[in-house]
């Protein structure tokens, strides 16, 4: 693929017809050599416009920009792949379709075409696409000359990586296996996260029982089997409450007769007492003691005796006659007692086993409520026991792909050792050019690492924190890119200024004379803006070539003299590189 002439429909832009091969030069000049300010006057004049223009003829993404501000505005490209020359149009004013020798078509359709015509993209490779590949030959914003490897903004690490090997000719098949394989491992990991996120199971988790699984289960499922059989068996009462607060009535009075009978049973057992004490001494003994000691009692103490004698035991006999007729009473209360009792008792026995075989309705749904609960952490703990064993066996069977794609990569390598020293040759070869004692080359390692990237790609010349280094980096390895030829037939490179602005002028010379000399050999392009300021500087190393090198291969001048000589035709201020 080589790009023939970017135009417009408007005559005031500046056609740019590029040469078929070799260098095409688009030069910023300064209308006012006075002008203390001069460098100024290179910028906004459409050096790098007419990047961004090539890409919209190639089917990138809508530029609001444009539709905004050059309405009514049609870009047509002309182009050769092989021997087929194409051209594609494109409106600011209907941006979503673009057409292909005249043929309407969608975005998507134009680049799955030329896609196919340009590249050898395998049917079932992701992210491997016209539009990140097309971009390595034309790097289309300023952010892509930070680095040698960033060529489309905010590009996903492994898409960078699968493109950019794709280019250099190493298998993407290990590259999306790989990145497959890492993409089943943060699945199997968001297992865990799953698990974690369970209020359940973090509640088990917290209090350490993670080990114990298997008896937790156990232990919910006889208290699910308790539960299940209690409530199959359970009749609902409606009289559930009423039967319970007569049961609790009748459990009160029963209380109140067994103390009333407890308090009739202690009086009669001290009325039993009271009637086993033996009267006071009688007279004989008393006269018995004193004739013993020896003392003459009178007639009158012996009389007076008598009479006591006779008094208490009077007194005795009423007593025992009135703690009898006592007894008797509280004999009676005791039966009487003891037959509510009695009567009590098997009115509460019946209530209370009527209780025992029937349920409220209250009570059957708290049952089931704690029935559901238990099934619900016997299924949360289930599905935690089966997800670690299929968490732990699917890590283990992917760290084994893991390492098994390690080694096959390794000998991957080791069997194209010749296609990695190709690569690392046009580099070095190109490098030397402009540092003849720095080393360099395009290293490819194995990155045997769990994550997406199956190989580390690093494009290095010794000491490349060196001013214009990076710059002389990115050169070369897009050129390697395109000398390289690998699954692709892309004939043209187009570098903006920007990549001459930190070289010093021995280096932009460097340049420019390899890319020349590489261009007339292999029939290629090599397009790139430039300010004239940066040409003049290469004159003294040029010398005779500078004519040949330079001069011959200016396509177009722009300047800011006046609206006319800028690359549209027109004032105005485009701010695409936000797009």
């Keep these: 693929m080589r790009l023939l002439e970017l135009r417009a429909n408007k005559e005031s832009f500046h056609t740019i017809k590029f040469n078929e091969k070799g260098i095409s030069l688009i030069v910023g000049r300064r209308e006012n ?19 961004r223009l090539v890409h919209f003829c190639l089917a990138c993404n809508e530029v609001p920009e444009f539709s905004t501000k050059l309405q009514e505005w049609i870009f047509e490209l002309d182009f050769i792949i ?4 194409y051209t594609s149009r ?6 979503n379709k673009i057409y292909l020798n005249n043929k309407e078509m969608k975005l998507a359709d134009f680049r799955d075409e030329i896609g196919s015509k340009v590249f050898q993209i395998p049917s079932n490779i992701k992210y491997l696409t ?12 300023k952010s892509s000359y930070v680095s040698y490897d960033n ?8 898409n960078c990586l699968l493109n950019n090997s794709f280019l250099l000719g190493l298998d993407v098949l290990l590259v999306s296996k790989k990145y497959d394989l890492k993409e089943e491992h943060d699945k199997v990991e968001e297992m865990k996260s799953h698990i974690e996120k369970d209020d359940i199971l973090k509640a088990f988790f917290e209090q350490g029982r993670e080990k114990d699984v298997e008896i937790e289960i156990v232990d919910l499922e006889q208290k699910i089997k308790r539960l299940d059989e209690r409530l199959r068996s359970f009749v609902v ?19 109140v007769e067994h103390n009333k009978a407890a308090v009739l049973r202690n009086a009669i057992r001290n009325i039993d007492l009271s009637l086993e004490l033996q009267p006071d001494l009688p007279k004989d003994q008393i006269i018995q003691m004193y004739q013993e000691a020896k003392v003459v009692l009178g007639e009158n103490i012996v009389r007076r005796l008598e009479e006591v004698e006779s008094f208490n035991k009077k007194l005795i006999t009423n007593r025992k006659k009135r ?7 509280l004999d009676k209360r005791l039966g009487v007692s003891i037959d509510l009792i009695q009567k009590h008792g098997r009115e509460e026995d019946r209530k209370l086993q009527y209780l ?3 349920g409220a309705l209250e009570e059957y749904s708290a049952l089931n409520v704690q029935l559901a609960d238990f099934r619900l952490r016997l299924g949360s703990i289930q599905t935690y026991k089966k997800l670690l064993n299929e968490y732990k066996n699917r890590l283990e069977v992917v760290k084994n792909e893991f390492g098994n794609q390690n080694i096959i990569t390794n000998n991957y390598l080791s069997d194209n050792e010749s296609l990695v020293k190709s690569n690392i040759e046009i580099f070095m070869d190109l490098a030397k050019q402009f540092y003849e004692s720095k080393k360099a080359g395009i290293e490819v390692k194995n990155n045997e690492g769990v994550n997406q990237q199956r190989f580390e790609i690093n494009a290095k010349i010794q000491d490349d924190a060196g001013d214009g280094v990076n710059e002389v980096k990115i050169f070369c390895f897009d050129w390697t890119l395109l000398k390289g030829r690998h699954n692709h037939s892309v004939e043209f490179l187009f570098h903006d200024s920007r990549l001459l602005s930190d070289m010093d002028p021995r280096q932009k010379a460097t340049l420019m004379k390899i890319a020349h000399e590489q261009t007339i050999r292999d029939g290629t392009q090599y397009i790139i803006s430039a300010n004239e300021d940066q040409l003049q500087s290469m004159q003294q190393y040029l010398g005779e070539e500078y004519s040949t090198v330079i001069e011959n291969n200016i396509i177009l001048s722009l300047t800011d003299g006046s609206d006319a000589s800028r690359l549209l035709g027109i004032q105005v201020d485009l701010k695409y590189e936000d797009e």
């Design 33 to 51: 050599q006075d002008n203390v300010e001069s460098k100024k006057t290179y910028n906004s004049v459409g050096k790098s416009l007419s990047v």
């Design 82 to 85: 092989g021997d087929s020359k």
């Design 90 to 95: 494109r409106s600011t004013d209907q941006q």
């Design 130 to 141: 016209f539009r990140s590949l097309i971009s390595r030959f034309i790097r289309p914003k």
């Design 151 to 158: 060529f489309v903004d905010e590009e996903q690490t492994y």
């Design 237 to 255: 009462a409606e009289d559930y409450e009423q039967i319970k607060k007569d049961a609790d009535e009748i459990s009160a009075q029963l209380r």
């Design 323 to 329: 703690l009898l007729q006592e007894k008797k009473t």
């Design 356 to 358: 025992n075989t029937h």
